[in-house]
């Protein structure tokens, strides 16, 4: 193969900006998106039953498929659980290049507020208690794992209304555009206990 594939995952808690932006970022580029979320909507819009199941068995089906066949391909996620690591591993492995767009927003409230008024518009709903414990833990794993894991990664901040590029990390190092921002990134007290 001529060209190295290359795995977009873009990263964040939930509200934070990630499916508003990667669906002009991947039309823009001509990636496939494989979204879990765009997937369970299809199944609900068809009235079957246990949406959100098959939705997240298409997910895994149609990510596995782009892997084995080294597609240029992006997905999104929360960043708080394993699986994402499991993907990462298996993808480098194979010989792509990994590239993370992480976004952040000051604090879990933010996200809460984004989520619920994302839900008044007809988007989908997650508990307050789910969007606190990823905010935390999807920072920690981007600060503690990604930011080393990655080949390349964009760090943005997405508290005013727009993503703004903070940082980032390609062949020769890390750039930071926004020390401040960064440093609040890297500050935020993730060792929560609930």
């Not at 819009?45 to 246990?50: A, L, T, V």
Request: charged letters at 25%; glycine letters at 8%; hydrophobic letters at 40%.
């Amino acid at each position: 193969m001529d060209k190295q594939p290359v795995l977009t995952i873009v990263a964040g808690a939930n509200g934070s900006g990630k499916t508003t932006f990667a669906v002009p970022y991947t039309k823009q580029y001509g990636i496939q998106f494989i979204n879990a979320d765009a997937l369970t909507k299809q199944f609900e819009s068809r009235g079957e039953p246990n949406a959100m199941m098959k939705g997240g068995r298409a997910f895994f089906r149609l990510l596995d498929q782009a892997l084995t066949k080294l597609e240029d391909v992006c997905i999104e996620t929360t960043l708080s659980g394993t699986y994402t690591t499991k993907v990462v591993t298996r993808a480098q492995k194979s010989g792509y290049e990994v590239q993370m767009i992480y976004i952040f927003l000051d604090n879990a409230q933010m996200c809460v507020d984004r989520v619920t008024l994302r839900v008044k518009k007809g988007g989908h709903h997650v508990p307050i208690d789910d969007i606190t414990r990823r905010y935390y833990r999807s920072i920690a794993n981007f600060r503690d794992n990604f930011i080393k894991v990655a080949d390349v990664w964009f760090l943005y901040y997405n508290g005013l209304e727009r993503h703004t590029l903070i940082a980032q990390k390609g062949a020769n190092g890390i750039d930071i555009i926004d020390a401040a921002k960064y440093d609040y990134l890297q500050n935020i007290e993730t060792d929560v206990s609930n």
